[in-house]
């Protein structure tokens, strides 16, 4: 893809890899990735510094707390930043992963992180992930991926990024969680109509980004 910038939308369900895939396709293909996800979390922690009771939050208190959030371009990403620092690990925290999936249903929290999204796009080559990239922020997209993979198996792999030591109940545990985010988010969670839909139960990584890449370069001719 040359001559002019390009976007790849990769989406899917929770836990199905799609930001470590995008970040592993924009690497190999010398693109910029944005992780949509990462602004929805840092939207998460700017409102539980304002108040951690995430019960007394409204839509508004947690668009006014996001709107001290940037997105900074790195070598091969964007990170984001609150109040001019890096927050990387704080919005990997347990607090945050338990409440993002609430701020992520907020129709202006959305719109301020699609706007944001698109804004990082402009004029790069990039890679782009999330829920509703290919049918929402970037339906133009010169490349659409949907990577979606069976719940089981996205629950181990959870639970093996963690870190965590896997065992039968943690998984059926882990399951249940994942499923009931699906639920949750199954509004946003949709192929677009002329997406590539990749079932990645039984795919490595690596398998996922040469497919993901090979698809990119055909198209480009």
Do not use: C
């Not at 893809?1 to 790849?8: E, F, Q």
């Not at 709107?67 to 964007?78: D, G, H, N, V, W």
């Not at 338990?98 to 890679?127: C, F, I, L, Y």
């Not at 979606?148 to 093996?160: P, W, Y």
């Amino acid at each position: 893809m040359t001559g002019r910038t390009s976007i790849i939308a990769i989406d899917g369900p929770a836990a199905s890899g799609k930001s470590s895939t995008a970040q592993m396709v924009a690497e190999k293909l010398g693109f910029l990735h944005i992780d949509s996800g990462s602004l929805y979390r840092a939207a998460t922690a700017a409102a539980l510094r304002e108040e951690p009771d995430p019960s007394r939050w409204t839509e508004d208190d947690v668009l006014s707390a996001a709107r001290s959030i940037e997105l900074r371009a790195a070598r091969t990403s964007f990170y984001p930043v609150l109040d001019g620092h890096n927050i990387e690990d704080e919005i990997r925290g347990g607090d945050v992963t338990r409440h993002v999936s609430r701020v992520a249903q907020m129709p202006t929290v959305r719109e301020w992180v699609n706007d944001k999204v698109r804004a990082a796009a402009a004029g790069r080559n990039v890679v782009v992930d999330g829920r509703d990239m290919g049918t929402v922020v970037f339906p133009a997209a010169d490349l659409k991926i949907f990577l979606t993979a069976d719940s089981r198996e996205r629950a181990a792999r959870r639970l093996r990024q963690r870190g965590t030591p896997t065992s039968e109940q943690l998984i059926v545990d882990e399951t249940r969680r994942i499923n009931e985010r699906d639920a949750r988010d199954a509004r946003q969670t949709v192929p677009a109509a002329d997406a590539v839909v990749i079932d990645t139960t039984s795919l490595t990584q690596q398998e996922q980004v040469e497919r993901i890449v090979s698809l990119s370069e055909r198209r480009a001719g």
